[in-house]
């Protein structure tokens, strides 16, 4: 592959997973809480549109769980569950329903969590809540955003051709 290409999908990448990491870490108080509305995930659908974007997706959701109070614990299985989704995501056919892998996906965290705490009442109403705001930011406001920008014609042919 032409080395030209290769820097400018590397490049591309780290930008993206430099954005992502950077709008979770802008509000921490909502993006590290029991309810996570992280803005930085409505970035997962551009998966649906080109899995290029998978990479720098999965680093950035590294980086911004390295700053989580459950540091270890995130890093491993939040980018775990977001590896997964990005894998469901780029098969699906239907951009709602590409939306709803993220909030699925919810399953691989909680499955750790329930080693770790143990605590049936204490992991139920966690994965409402991680699901709740997956679903808020990805499946209702990520689905709305872009519908919108599927018409600017210049947005998606540079989503295409990333």
């Known amino acids: 592959m032409n080395n030209n290409l290769d820097t400018n999908f590397l490049v591309k990448s ?4 430099a954005l992502y ?11 590290y809480g029991p309810i996570q509305l992280r803005f930085s995930e409505i970035m997962v659908l551009l ?3 080109n ?3 998978i990479p720098g997706l999965v680093l950035g959701c590294a980086i911004a769980n390295m700053f ?18 990005f894998e469901l995501i780029k098969r699906t056919k239907s951009l709602f329903i590409a939306s709803l892998w993220p909030v699925l996906m919810v399953i691989v965290p ?7 705490l143990a605590n ?6 966690m994965i409402l809540e991680f699901m709740a705001s997956e679903f808020i930011m990805v499946s209702i406001i990520g689905v709305v955003i872009f519908k919108i920008l599927e ?5 998606m042919k540079y989503i295409k051709e990333f």
């Open 14 to 17: 780290a930008l993206v997973a």
């Open 21 to 31: 990491a950077v709008l979770t870490l802008l509000l921490p108080m909502a993006s």
């Open 47 to 49: 998966v649906f549109y």
């Open 51 to 53: 899995k290029r974007f």
């Open 68 to 85: 989580s109070p459950m540091l270890a614990f995130d890093v491993i299985f939040g980018t775990l569950s977001s590896l997964i989704a």
């Open 110 to 116: 909680a499955l750790g969590t329930y080693f770790i």
């Open 120 to 125: 049936d009442a204490v992991l139920i109403i």
């Open 151 to 155: 018409k600017n014609n210049g947005f």
